[in-house]
């Protein structure tokens, strides 16, 4: 097993990628803390893997919250004891619109995709630093890689990611720390729906959320959306021993999106 005896957090982990991950790495051997808002859901994420035979605990809260995004890495020391990874998942669409653009929808795309992240990494570094290493992953986005004409916002955010990513692998490589990025394409997720047609966007005439995903998913070189089981296996090699000389890449998983 790929991550025998390791215990690590998952953010976002009731739906798509995270859920997947969270579910991938309890079967490699980890314990898995399963955090999200949607406290039914990371009951039955973390009640599948325990049924299973795996280790998980869910832990429910609302990750804009600083207390909650911080709290989350003590609440796994207590449950399991220590800490190896964590996997920043959490994110959000924001807003399409710059002319009339909601700042509201622009707080919670800076407050999830950038100011949790740094809250529970800044929670997590002093355990792994104290136990000389780990590995802290981060969902980062080809949005983050290259200019998104439909998610300006978004696209600051992401790179906003992958710029705190590197700095902190060469801040914390004397700690034996690793930092990663993964930077999804298009997966099939409940996101995705979002950012195909967002709460401050018009459906072009004729069309609907189906025919736009078609669409989107047909503008990919491979011709179709990810499935959240190929970011799951990306993350589970970043976050695994295998990675061991990785630390400050932001690696794209877009079926040749952005080649
Ligand atoms: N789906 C895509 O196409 C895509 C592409 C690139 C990057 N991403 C990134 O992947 C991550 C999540 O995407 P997904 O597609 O797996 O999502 P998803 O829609 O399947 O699930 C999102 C999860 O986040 C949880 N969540 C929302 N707000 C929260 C909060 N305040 N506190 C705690 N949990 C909260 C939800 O309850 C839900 O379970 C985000 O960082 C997103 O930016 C997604």
């Known amino acids: 097993m790929r991550l025998a005896g390791k215990i690590g957090i998952v953010t976002a982990a009731a739906s798509g990628m995270g859920r997947a991950g969270a579910v991938r790495f309890a079967k490699e051997g980890a314990s898995v803390a399963v955090v999200d808002l949607d406290a039914a859901q990371a009951e039955a994420v973390a009640g599948e893997i325990r049924s299973a035979g795996g280790k998980a605990v869910a832990i429910a809260g609302d990750l804009t919250q600083d207390t909650f995004a911080r709290d989350i890495v003590g609440r796994t020391l207590a449950e399991f004891g220590n800490l190896d990874f964590v996997w ?89 720390i690793r930092v990663n990025a993964i930077c999804p394409g298009p997966i099939d997720t409940p996101m995705l729906r979002t950012f195909v047609l967002r709460p401050d966007q018009q459906a ?44 400050g890449v932001a690696m794209p998983v877009d079926g040749a999106a952005t080649a």
Do not use: Q, W
């Open 88 to 176: 920043n998942h959490v994110g959000h669409p924001g807003p399409a619109s710059l002319e009339g653009i909601d700042m509201a929808d622009y707080a919670l795309a800076m407050d999830l995709n950038c100011r949790s992240v740094l809250v529970t990494t800044e929670a997590a570094i002093p355990i792994l630093r104290a136990r000389r290493g780990g590995s802290l992953l981060f969902t980062a986005s080809i949005s983050g890689l290259t200019g998104s004409p439909n998610s300006p916002v978004y696209s600051m955010a992401k790179f906003g990611v992958v710029g705190f990513v590197r700095s902190l692998a060469k801040r914390l490589a004397p700690d034996h």
């Open 204 to 247: 072009p005439a004729g069309k609907d959320v189906e025919t736009l995903l078609v669409e989107r998913a047909g503008r990919v070189p491979f011709g179709r959306a990810g499935k959240p089981e190929e970011i799951a296996n990306a993350a589970l090699f970043l976050i695994s021993d295998e990675a061991s000389y990785v630390s």
